[in-house]
């Protein structure tokens, strides 16, 4: 290896030894919000036992493998979730990929965090290939009856999302078959569970992978019209927002611009336009 190379390989370890930090220092931020009366010692200690379980695995990128765990975990904490399920989102591969057992997690961070990490191991280790087996009702009942806590499928649905928002490292053949599994199997356990916001992205980014010019297409108008549309959304929330006062009825109003894949459906089932969508 040249001096330069040698250099820039340095430079590199450095910038992702500095991210690494970065990100558990943001997750304990928000752990601490969520659980103000927790002793968060538990967390620094499954996050250093990542660390160690991941030392010398990289991603696709390039990126060191625990970069992956920690954003897994971010996402579980954007969601409110417990200490129990952040910590197996950090420590969610350590069984599958660094050869850690359940027993040494059961010991270091108690029943319900091997529990739950040996859970999505499980999960893990099915694969569906066929279209026909992707779809079946009866595989979705089997992945829920596969697991006795919930919390399971969450952070493997976690897993799904952090690895569709880095699929574009991935080689195009297995960005396609992961992302129509996706549609087929994790958008719609999503949905299921009343997770809109995350079936959402989950589709959108499998739609980007699928059907990549009738997203760009799609994209293109959505932000075009972006402005009008959020401008056309808060008039109309204030204006039952000022209705529901009058009336003395508490209620909060959220509102959202239609979604990239949810469009295309639309566009599919009634055969028109982007422009003619509402």
Sequence with gaps: ?????????????????????RLYRELRAKARVLRPADDLSILDQ????????HEGQARASGEPYIVHPLNVAHILADMNSDLVSIMTGLLHDTVEDSGVSVEEL??????????????????????????????????????????????VVIVKLADRLHNMRTLSALAPEKRRRISQETLDVDAPIAHRLGMGFLRGELEDLAFRYLEPEAYEEIMSAIESRRDENERFLARIKQTIETILRRENIPARIDGRVKRAYSIYQKLKRQRIGVDQVY
Excluded: P, W
Excluded at 46 to 53: K, L, P, T, V
Excluded at 123 to 133: G, M, N, T
């Design 46 to 53: 499954a996050f250093e036992f990542a660390a160690r379980a």
């Design 106 to 151: 059961q010991k270091r961070f108690g029943e319900d965090v091997a529990h739950c990490v040996n859970g999505v191991t499980k999960l893990s280790r099915l694969k569906f290939y066929s279209q026909e087996e992707r779809q079946a009702e009866s595989v979705r009942k089997m992945l829920f009856a596969m697991v006795d806590d919930i919390r």
């Design 1 to 21: 290896m040249s001096s330069e190379s040698t250099e820039a390989a340095l430079g590199s370890t450095e910038e992702y030894s500095t991210l690494v930090e």
